[in-house]
Nanobody, 126 residues
């Protein structure tokens, strides 16, 4: 398993942008499919985006498609979530997750991921 640490959260006005980072420890990051999930107050954690181990395939939740971009830099053991055109409904704690997988599968289920970070708060004001 990898250890994950998210950063980059904060307070932003609606329409603004943030870039989240998730740094992974260990030498196996490049063999992991990575995902971003989020949990808003009073709601269950939900899928946001996923990227396969080599970065050739991505999948997004409909609610963020066209606004968010997931990417990774295997040389830096880091996965990113660029968030543009932010809305108040994007307010949540954002978590990154890892899954040992060198296929081209891009899962959306939380159960598919075995390693999780501690989360970073994103607050979008109206």
């Amino acid at each position: 398993q990898v250890q994950l640490v998210e950063s980059g959260g904060g307070l932003v006005q609606a329409g603004g942008s943030l870039r989240l980072s998730c740094a992974a420890s260990g030498r196996t990051f490049g063999s992991n499919t990575m995902g971003w999930f989020r949990q808003a107050p009073g709601k269950e954690r939900e899928f946001v985006a996923t990227i396969n181990w080599i970065g050739s395939g991505t999948y997004y939740a409909e609610s963020v498609k066209g606004r968010f971009t997931i990417s990774r830099d295997n040389a830096k053991n880091t996965v990113y979530l660029q968030m543009n055109s932010l809305k108040p409904e994007d307010t949540a704690v954002y978590y990154c997750a890892a899954r040992p997988d060198t296929s081209y599968y891009t899962p959306r289920s939380q159960a598919a991921f075995g390693s999780w970070g501690q989360g970073t708060q994103v607050t979008v004001s109206s």
